[in-house]
C-alpha cells in the first residue's frame, strides 16, 4: 500500500492550499484517514482525521480553518486550509488505516510527505 501526497506549497500569510494524498496497492477497506504536521524542531502533531463515514476530528488550533474531506471510492483525502497562519508551517503527512483483505486487521500506512511554507 502507497499513500502519495500531493498539493503542497508556498503561500502568503492569509491564502490556501489543499493538499490530496491518494492510497494505492492491495486495499480491502480503509478506515481512518487523516493528515499531521511536523515543523522544524517540534513533534509530530495531529491536524485532522476523518471516518470512513464522514465523522470527522481537528486539532484546536486549525478548527474553523481547515477542513478534511474524503472520497471513499478513490480511496482520497484531501485537507483544505484557510486563512492559512506563519505557524501552520511544516511537512505535512496523509496517514490512513488499511486492511488489504477481509481476514487482514488494519495497518497504519504514512505518506512521504508534502512541505507547506506560510510566509508573513
Known amino acids: 500500500v502507497q499513500l502519495q501526497a500531493s498539493g503542497g506549497g508556498l503561500v502568503q500569510a492569509g491564502e490556501s492550499l489543499r493538499l490530496s494524498c491518494a492510497a494505492s496497492?492491495?486495499?480491502?477497506?480503509?478506515?481512518?484517514m487523516g493528515w499531521c504536521r511536523q515543523a522544524p524542531g517540534k513533534q509530530r502533531e495531529l491536524v485532522a482525521t476523518?471516518?470512513?463515514?464522514?465523522?470527522?476530528n481537528y486539532a484546536d488550533s486549525v478548527k474553523g480553518r481547515f477542513n478534511i474531506s474524503r472520497d471513499n471510492a478513490k480511496n482520497t483525502v484531501s485537507l483544505q486550509m484557510n486563512s492559512l497562519k506563519p505557524e501552520d508551517t511544516a511537512v505535512y503527512y496523509c496517514?490512513?488505516?488499511?486492511?488489504?483483505?477481509?481476514?487482514?486487521?488494519?495497518?497504519?500506512?504514512w505518506g512521504q510527505g508534502t512541505q507547506v511554507t506560510v510566509s508573513s
Open positions: 496517514n490512513a488505516e488499511v486492511r488489504q483483505a477481509y481476514w487482514n486487521t488494519y495497518l497504519g500506512y
Open positions: 496497492g492491495r486495499i480491502f477497506r480503509i478506515n481512518d
Open positions: 476523518i471516518t470512513s463515514g464522514g465523522t470527522t
